[in-house]
């Protein structure tokens, strides 16, 4: 034996090893190392790699998998199991698989993948002379408040999922930088990070150019850290060999129905703060309690985990104050209604200066990232679905600073904890996907149990479910980096938010509202349910707040309609974002909102989109919106969407479909503009009906039913009159 060189380790296979080319690639280093030690018998054990080598099988050693079961296996560098790669390749990496920890896709205006998406003109590895003159320039950093994206000690992080490991040799970076600082390469996995290398950016255009890094891992997840936005990397290319072929997308992917299976009666909801009769709730199935965490964590004495809550918020106080009663109560009995709090910010106990990211960990100075930094706040969960869901829990658990009264509620099933945290206007409180996922996990079920007992909604309620903080925007990205977050964060890879995933979009040209047809709020709202059905299929999708200011001197004051006034315009355009929301596939519409306390000369923007007002004296009074709404609930009550008829010209065309009855069906017609456009005499094409008859039923001020008048079809044409103001016709289809 050649003086210095070392006894190879004896090999390790795991099963499924042992394909043929695995068989070949095996002997082929057994030839090698056997030649260097004996050069002399180098032909012989050609012949042993063919026909002998299944004593070399036979010697390996079988229990050395238990221990190497979730080790990549180290194959020599630039050597694959898989054909054609002597050498290493470089890695493609697809839009779909880049996610940004940061959040800031959507409102950040910047695209993470953006880092590899001119990989196809450059081969900085080669001596590829076009490739190598090319010159990337896309930067993947967010542009709008870039700083917010950067929390401090993590910075902007961009991860790759390669689908399956690599053997990875080296990666290219391309400097366009102005200023010198520091960036980080890591390989691994979302809870096992090696650092692999740091660049220090040039900062002077005279050296800008491409970067070699050497790698030499395995691994299927490779991360680069951003410390500042101010530094241009407009390219990253990987190269190395798969130990595995990639997986090809499923053939055959889950359906998406075009449009959503709920009925009318089911569909619509309001945003709320404060108490509301059952009469006035009634047309909608849906109430989102706005509330914050200081309403239901209010001790300020005893610590955690010692504090006690109060349930006591939302409370009808009776006998000179000596009693309640929830008033969402009856909105369940009487109405059924499905209620659900939207619950944000921090307990009373927190001190705004020590909290600075404003994240509801327990104690300051704890990971926003790390779920279990939120213990307080998931027991505080647990309280609230303990006292208002539906499985009986020992009271002796629940801490409350008030007599239980009652062992069992039942009138919650849905909890949101939080409101808009993505919202950019927050700024160094904005809170990026990482802490987020970590919070809603904690409250979910305490993070898998890994939290103290009685932490998490569903481990006070099973039946309870989590629905996500309300997205500013129609932000698909975020809710496909929770899934990837719940993917590899979570050992049950759940997706926690089963509840709903709930989107905000308001239609505006940022100075005024607009109407949803000008904003192709149908077309938005159907790509993005689209989009989030390929990430959660089975999950709920909310429009979670649209709506219209009736004051004309906000951002989103209601477009006027000539000879309308601001609350009858309010109302048309809101009964035709219900229709838009409806015909996208979305499963509910929650209404911005229900009661203004406020009257219409208030010019803040938000302030005037009730359909009701609480007036000074405690009494409410309805809008013509609300009254809108009513009737079109009463109209449409077991419906639901069926057709698009048409969107083009002067008339657009709806039908829906009585669940209960499949042959009564219901068109909603109207002029999609706001000008006074009228059409007279319009041929409704309804074809053989039931008697040729039908019901035009048209919105009336102040009427919960609105009014019908009764149509006759000749010759499977109905004639009506069409304006900017929606009509309904019902009939009821002839068997054929």
Aim: proline share 6%; glycine share 6%.
């Amino acid at each position: 034996m050649k003086s210095g060189l070392k006894i190879p380790k004896l090999i390790c296979l795991r099963p499924g090893f042992l394909s043929k080319e695995n068989f070949f690639l095996i002997s082929k280093h057994f030839l090698i190392i056997s030649s260097i030690m004996n050069p002399v018998s180098a032909p012989m054990l050609k012949k042993w790699r063919v026909y002998g080598c299944g004593i070399l099988f036979a010697c390996c050693c079988v229990g050395c998998w238990g221990k190497q079961q979730n080790q990549v296996q180290q194959l020599p560098l630039a050597k694959s199991h898989l054909p054609g790669c002597e050498t290493p390749q470089k890695i493609v990496v697809h839009k779909e698989n880049v996610y940004d920890l940061s959040g800031y896709e959507d409102e950040g205006k910047g695209i993470p993948y953006n880092l590899f998406d001119e990989n196809d003109f450059v081969d900085p590895r080669s001596e590829n002379k076009i490739a190598e003159n090319y010159i990337p320039v896309t930067d993947p950093q967010p542009t709008a408040q870039p700083a917010i994206y950067f929390p401090k000690g993590k910075g902007n992080r961009i991860v790759v999922d390669l689908q399956t490991a690599y053997q990875i040799s080296e990666a290219y970076l391309y400097d366009r930088s102005n200023s010198s600082d520091s960036i980080w390469i890591y390989t691994g996995d979302m809870l096992h990070w090696n650092l692999k290398a740091t660049l220090v950016t040039v900062g002077s255009s005279r050296s800008w150019g491409w970067r070699k890094f050497l790698l030499n891992d395995s691994a299927r997840f490779v991360m680069i850290r951003f410390e500042s936005y101010e530094k241009a990397i407009t390219e990253m290319v990987l190269y190395g060999c798969p130990y595995a072929k990639p997986p090809m997308e499923a053939t055959v992917q889950p359906t998406m129905p075009r449009f959503s299976k709920t009925m009318m009666k089911d569909f619509l909801g309001a945003n709320n703060y404060q108490q509301v009769s059952t009469k006035w709730a009634k047309p909608f199935h849906y109430l989102r309690l706005y509330s914050f965490a200081v309403d239901f964590d209010n001790d300020i004495v005893n610590p955690y985990p010692k504090n006690k809550y109060n349930m006591l918020h939302f409370v009808d106080w009776g006998n000179q104050g000596t009693d309640y009663s929830f008033f969402f109560d009856s909105l369940v009995n009487q109405n059924n209604s499905n209620v659900w709090c939207s619950i944000r910010g921090l307990p009373a106990s927190a001190n705004e200066k020590q909290f600075q990211d404003n994240r509801p960990v327990t104690l300051p100075g704890m990971d926003p990232e790390n779920p279990l930094s939120y213990a307080r706040h998931s027991n505080m969960m647990w309280n609230i679905a303990a006292y208002f869901g539906k499985h009986y829990v020992d009271t002796n658990l629940v801490r409350l600073s008030h007599p239980y009264k009652k062992h069992r509620k039942g009138v919650m099933e849905i909890y949101e904890n939080g409101n808009e945290e993505d919202a950019i206007w927050f700024g160094e409180k904005y809170q990026n996907p990482m802490a987020y996922f970590a919070q809603s996990s904690a409250d979910y079920d305490g993070h898998e149990g890994r939290l103290p007992q009685n932490c998490g909604i569903k481990n006070a309620d099973s039946t309870s479910k989590l629905m996500t903080s309300g997205l500013i925007e129609l932000d698909t990205n975020r809710i496909r980096v929770y899934k990837f977050l719940c993917n590899t964060l979570r050992r049950d890879k759940k997706f926690i938010w089963d509840g709903g995933i709930q989107y905000h979009h308001y239609s505006t040209n940022g100075k005024h509202g607009i109407s949803p047809e000008e904003d192709s709020m149908r077309s938005k709202l159907a790509k993005a349910r689209a989009a989030t059905f390929k990430i959660a299929p089975e999950v709920p999708v909310f429009l979670g707040e649209n709506g219209y200011d009736k004051n004309q001197q906000t951002r989103q004051a209601t477009p006027m309609i000539p000879g309308y006034n601001e609350e009858q315009s309010q109302a048309v355009f809101i009964l035709r974002s219900i229709n838009a929301t409806a015909f996208s596939g979305f499963d509910a519409y929650i209404l911005y909102w229900l009661m203004d306390n406020d009257p219409p000369e208030n010019n803040n923007v938000y302030l005037t989109c009730g359909v009701l007002r609480r007036k000074p004296d405690g009494s409410t009074e309805p809008y013509i919106s609300w009254f809108y709404i009513s009737s079109f609930v009463n109209a449409l009550a077991n419906y639901m969407p069926d057709d698009i008829i048409s969107e083009k010209g002067n008339v657009w065309l709806y039908k829906y479909r009585n669940k209960l009855s499949p042959d009564s069906v219901a068109y909603f017609v109207y002029c999609p503009t706001h000008n006074g456009t009228r059409v007279e005499n319009y041929p409704l094409k309804v074809g053989n009906i039931h008697n040729q008859e039908a019901r035009q039923f048209e919105f009336i001020d102040f009427s919960e039913h609105g009014k019908e008048t009764n149509l006759k079809s000749l010759n499977g044409l109905l004639s009506i009159n069409v304006d900017e103001k929606p009509k309904i016709i019902i009939l009821k289809e002839a068997k054929k």
